[in-house]
C-alpha cells in the first residue's frame, strides 16, 4: 500500500470525527488530530478502534499512545501491517 | 500543579459509543472495567473515570512537562486518586444531570474553579487574572508552549502556568492553583 493510499484511507477515518472542517481540508502528515482537526480526545480511541478494522492489525496501547497525528499514525500502521 | 476536565454528558452520548466492541478495554484497567460493570450507572461511571484521568493526566504533563500522548490506560483511578507511573494525583469530581466535572492536583491545596455553561473559558480566565493582578484584561494573552501546555503570559512578561482550562459541548471551566 502507497503512503498515498495510507494518507487517504486514514483521511476517511477520521473524518465522522472532525470538528474542524478546514483542518481536513487541509490534511498531511503534519496534521494533528486534537490541535488541527479538534477530534475529542474520547474519539481518538474511536479512530484506533477504526483503523484496527480497515487494516486488520491489533494496536497495543504502545503503539496507540504515539496516535495523535497524522505522521505518527501512518508510522504505526506501517509497523503493523509490516508485521503481518 | 493542577489539571482539569469537563465532560458534557449529552454530548458525550452523542460522540461516543462506549459500548463499542474494544472501546473500555482500550481506555480502562481491568479494574476500572469491573468497576463500571458494577456500577448503578455504568455510563456516568465512564465519564467519571474518563474525566479523572484526562484531569490526572493534564497536571502530570504540566509537572514533567511531557509531550502530548494518548495512552489513558497508563492512568488508574482508585477512588478519588489516580496513579501513573509512580505519581499518585488527588481528584474531585463534581456532578450534575448536565455535566461530570473533576480536577486533580499534586498537592491537596484548595483550588479556585469555575464551572460555565458557555465556551469562552479563555476569556473568563484572563479577566480572572486580570482581576487578580489588577492589569487590564487587554494585556493577557494565553500562549501555548512546545509541549501544548496552556501559559497565561502578562505584557510585563510575566508567566503563569498553575491552572488548567476544559470545555466540552456547552459546558467549560478553569481550575487555579495559587
Given amino acids: ?84 | 500543579m493542577i489539571g482539569n476536565d469537563i465532560v458534557d454528558l449529552k454530548l458525550a452520548q452523542k460522540q461516543s459509543n462506549w459500548q463499542r466492541k474494544g472501546w473500555l478495554q482500550k481506555i480502562f484497567t481491568l479494574r476500572e472495567q469491573e468497576q463500571i460493570q458494577l456500577a448503578k450507572q455504568p455510563e456516568l461511571e465512564v465519564w467519571k473515570l474518563w474525566s479523572r484521568k484526562e484531569a490526572a493526566y493534564k497536571v502530570h504533563q504540566r509537572r514533567f512537562n511531557l509531550q502530548p500522548k494518548y495512552n489513558p490506560k497508563s492512568l488508574e483511578c482508585v477512588d478519588h486518586l489516580v496513579q501513573i507511573d509512580d505519581s499518585v494525583y488527588n481528584c474531585e469530581t463534581q456532578l450534575t444531570d448536565d455535566w461530570v466535572y473533576s480536577i486533580a492536583t499534586s498537592s491537596s491545596k484548595n483550588p479556585i474553579s469555575k464551572v460555565f455553561d458557555h465556551n469562552r473559558v479563555r476569556d473568563e480566565l484572563k479577566l480572572w487574572f486580570s482581576d487578580f493582578l489588577s492589569i487590564p484584561e487587554s494585556s493577557c494573552s494565553i500562549v501555548k508552549n512546545l509541549n501544548r501546555i496552556p501559559l497565561l503570559r502578562t505584557e510585563n512578561g510575566s508567566e503563569f502556568s498553575n491552572f488548567s482550562i476544559t470545555h466540552h459541548g456547552d459546558f467549560s471551566a478553569f481550575s487555579i492553583d495559587l
Avoid at chain 1, 498531511?28 to 480511541?45: G, R
Avoid at chain 1, 504515539?66 to 509490516?82: T, W, Y
Wanted: hydrophobic share 45%; no cysteine.
Fill in chain 1, 1 to 84: 500500500m502507497t503512503k498515498e493510499e495510507l494518507l487517504s484511507k486514514l483521511k476517511t477515518i477520521v473524518t465522522p470525527y472532525v470538528q474542524n472542517t478546514e483542518g481536513l481540508n487541509a490534511l498531511n502528515e503534519n496534521t494533528d488530530f486534537i490541535k488541527d482537526l479538534e477530534i475529542n480526545s474520547a474519539n481518538l480511541v474511536d479512530v484506533v478502534l477504526d483503523v484496527e478494522d480497515e487494516f486488520d492489525i491489533e494496536i497495543d496501547n504502545e503503539a496507540m499512545e504515539k496516535m495523535i497525528d497524522v505522521k505518527s499514525s501512518i508510522a504505526v500502521i506501517e509497523s503493523k501491517l509490516a508485521a503481518k
